[in-house]
């Protein structure tokens, strides 16, 4: 199984869109980062968990499920940073592979001396962007896909089965 720790204040910071958005509206741009990485999960099949400062959040810590996408803010008084660092070290296992996603050096170095693998804020936004266009071939090919009897027929037999099937008379 693989697992993607989401560093999102990292991942806002970094990406064109969400840093635009940021600019006008935190929230939003907290909520299409949730999004792309829900369309990310949905293509990959990877486990996402993203991880928020209560920097910008205040309160209680808080969890949350978008979408298949594990959603944390951090306790007051804990960085994304040390719970991401906490989370890596729980969930490496033989059988899961853990990546962080952070332009982050320092938070980098930390990972990779618990056995994870990084992902910095631009490679992930590249992924992102390619499974988006992606999905948008698939879906293209999918909608000129034609319809083809296992009966060979003439098109005006066709078109008059089509016309019964719909109840157009």
């Known amino acids: 199984?693989?697992?993607?720790?989401?560093?999102?204040?990292?991942?806002?910071?970094?990406?064109?869109?969400?840093?635009?958005?940021?600019?006008?509206?935190?929230?939003?741009?907290?909520?299409?980062?949730?999004?792309?990485?829900?369309?990310?999960?949905?293509?990959?099949?990877?486990?996402?968990?993203i991880v928020f400062d209560a920097y910008h959040v205040r309160g209680l810590e808080k969890k949350q499920l978008n979408h298949k996408v594990e959603v944390i803010f951090t306790k007051e008084s804990e960085t994304a940073d040390e719970r991401i660092e906490?989370?890596?070290?729980?969930?490496?296992?033989?059988?899961?592979?853990?990546?962080?996603?952070?332009?982050?050096?320092?938070?980098?170095?930390?990972?990779?001396?618990?056995?994870?693998?990084?992902?910095?804020?631009?490679?992930?936004?590249?992924?992102?962007?390619n499974i988006e266009n992606q999905i948008k071939k698939d879906v293209e090919a999918r909608s000129e896909v034609q319809y083809q009897p296992k009966i060979p027929m003439n098109k005006e037999v066709r078109e008059l089965f089509e016309k019964w099937r719909r109840g157009d008379k």
Request: proline share 1%.
């Open 1 to 49: 199984m693989i697992v993607l720790l989401v560093d999102g204040y990292n991942m806002i910071g970094a990406w064109p869109e969400l840093k635009q958005l940021k600019e006008r509206d935190l929230s939003q741009a907290r909520d299409l980062l949730i999004e792309m990485m829900a369309e990310y999960q949905s293509y990959t099949g990877d486990r996402i968990i």
């Open 86 to 129: 906490k989370l890596a070290g729980q969930l490496n296992d033989v059988r899961t592979q853990v990546y962080v996603a952070t332009s982050d050096y320092a938070e980098q170095r930390t990972i990779f001396g618990q056995g994870a693998f990084r992902k910095s804020a631009r490679e992930l936004y590249i992924e992102v962007k």
